[in-house]
């Protein structure tokens, strides 16, 4: 099975910070790398899909660059909305999440 | 719009088996996704636990795979989870998820989740 790495698991910042958030397979999963928002009691929400590209309606201020085994996504100014919980997903072989980073308000 | 609505017991008691469909609509369960199921125990992060596709074909997670049972409905638009043996470690919410066939895939629409507690 491939295993996907999150880090940090928590971080604090502030509205219009630029964040970055890593994720890291255990083997090469190439560019096949989805990352999710998540909302409290909501279901996750698709941000990015095949390492760096922009899902339909997703602010252009999330990015999402990486291939092989080392992704990251990076918010460039972080907005009140932002604040949320995010997953990487690969999707080389069957789906495995990583462990989530929640980003929360300084 | 697609639209994905799970529905089921919310408690289900330790030792029974776990059901839930999944209706769509807005879209052919005979389209080429496969049809997945994901779930989130409370206060954790999210775990895969199987997919199907309209032809029957289907893929578990290993760790899950002996009590797993996913089936779909094409006259209903609809698919299923069975989870056998279920213990209070499948307490969580499960969502039903739409997954593309093709490379590169991704999960672009999900279900809003319903919590099943595993309790007597």
């Known amino acids: 099975d491939i295993q996907m790495t999150q880090s940090p698991s928590s971080l604090s910042a502030s509205v219009g910070d630029r964040v970055t958030i890593t994720c890291r397979a255990s083997q090469s999963i190439s560019g096949y790398l989805n990352w999710y928002q998540q909302k409290p009691g909501k279901a996750p929400n698709l941000l990015i899909y095949a390492a760096s590209t922009l899902q339909s309606g997703v602010p252009s201020r999330f990015s999402g660059s990486g291939s092989g085994t080392d992704f990251t996504l990076t918010i460039s100014s972080l907005q009140p909305e932002d604040f949320a919980t995010y997953y990487c997903q690969q999707s080389y072989s069957t789906p495995q999440f990583g462990g989530g980073t929640k980003v929360e308000i300084k | 719009q697609v639209q994905l609505q799970e529905s089921g017991p919310g408690l289900v008691k330790p030792s029974g088996t776990l059901s839930l469909t999944c209706a769509v609509s807005g879209g052919s369960i005979s389209s080429s996704h496969w049809w997945s199921w994901v779930r989130q125990p409370p206060g954790k992060g999210l775990e895969w636990i199987g997919e199907?596709?309209?032809?029957?074909?289907?893929n578990y997670n290993p760790s899950l795979k002996s009590r797993v049972t996913i089936s779909v409905d094409k006259s209903k638009n609809q698919f299923s989870l069975k989870l056998s043996s279920v213990t209070a470690a499948d307490t969580a919410v499960y969502y039903c998820?739409?997954?593309?066939?093709?490379?590169?895939?991704?999960?672009?629409?999900w279900g809003q989740g319903t919590l099943v507690t595993v309790s007597s």
């Open positions: 199907i596709y309209h032809s029957g074909s289907t």
């Open positions: 998820a739409r997954k593309g066939w093709a490379q590169p895939n991704f999960f672009d629409y």
